[in-house]
Nanobody, 117 residues
Framework: QVQLVESGGGLVQAGESLRLSCAASGRIFSDNAMGWYRQAPGKQRELVATITSGGNTNYADSVKGRFTISRDNAKNTVYLQMNSLKPEDTDVYYC???????????WGQGIQVTVSS
């Protein structure tokens, strides 16, 4: 089982930046993907960005060119650099760990990002 601890959220003004971090611990399998999802009340959880252990990335169209996902495999940590933030980016962001071989997922508890106009 993988445990995920998120940090780096907060309140910023439109146009500013934040960096989210997610540290994984427990049974870390080498073939995995980590990523960030976000969810608003009454809405479905949606993908923001993912990155595999090999470094392949995927982004939602709404964040392409503004957000960058990266990872430090030695630290089992994934980062989300969020630039040019918009009020519509306001949401609870969840870290995800995906074991490719089994399809098992682990989720963080969520971290609030609020962008004021």
């Amino acid at each position: 089982q993988v445990q995920l601890v998120e940090s780096g959220g907060g309140l910023v003004q439109a146009g500013e930046s934040l960096r989210l971090s997610c540290a994984a611990s427990g049974r870390i399998f080498s073939d995995n993907a980590m990523g960030w999802y976000r969810q608003a009340p009454g809405k479905q959880r949606e993908l923001v960005a993912t990155i595999t252990s090999g470094g392949n990335t995927n982004y939602a169209d709404s964040v392409k060119g503004r957000f960058t996902i990266s990872r430090d495999n030695a630290k089992n940590t994934v980062y989300l650099q969020m630039n040019s933030l918009k009020p519509e980016d306001t949401d609870v962001y969840y870290c995800n760990f995906y074991h490719i071989a089994t399809g098992l997922r682990s989720w963080g508890q969520g971290i609030q990002v609020t962008v004021s106009s």
